[in-house]
Nanobody, 124 residues
């Protein structure tokens, strides 16, 4: 069983920054990714960032250059630094673990294990 606990969401104005953190516990498979996906009302679930063993990363085009994902050496903590936030970034953000490395190619066919989510709201 895997448990993920997200923190750091909130409300900011456009152009602002937020940092999301995620701590995973339980069985984390080796050579899998941690990542973040988001869900907004009326929109499809969207994988936005992923990282493998603190190295290789993936970013969706919508966040590339603005968001940065990182992972600590234990591999159980992932952070998403979000800069220059836009109203279209408003969504519930979920941390995910045990992601297939295909997410690094943008193939989010499975979302692994995820937490309860944290809300990010960006106002104009």
């Amino acid at each position: 069983q895997v448990q993920l606990r997200e923190s750091g969401g909130g409300s900011v104005q456009a152009g602002g920054s937020l940092t999301l953190s995620c701590v995973a516990s339980g069985y984390i498979y080796g050579d899998t990714c941690m990542g973040w996906f988001r869900e907004a009302p009326g929109k499809a679930r969207e994988g936005i960032a992923a990282i493998l063993n603190g190295g290789s990363t993936y970013y969706d085009e919508s966040v590339k250059g603005r968001f940065t994902i990182s992972q600590d050496t234990s591999g159980n903590t992932a952070t998403l630094q979000m800069n220059n936030l836009k109203p279209e970034d408003t969504a519930m953000y979920y941390c995910a673990a045990n992601l297939d490395p295909r997410v690094l190619l943008g193939d989010w066919f499975d979302f692994g294990n995820w937490g309860q989510g944290t809300q990010v709201t960006v106002s104009v």
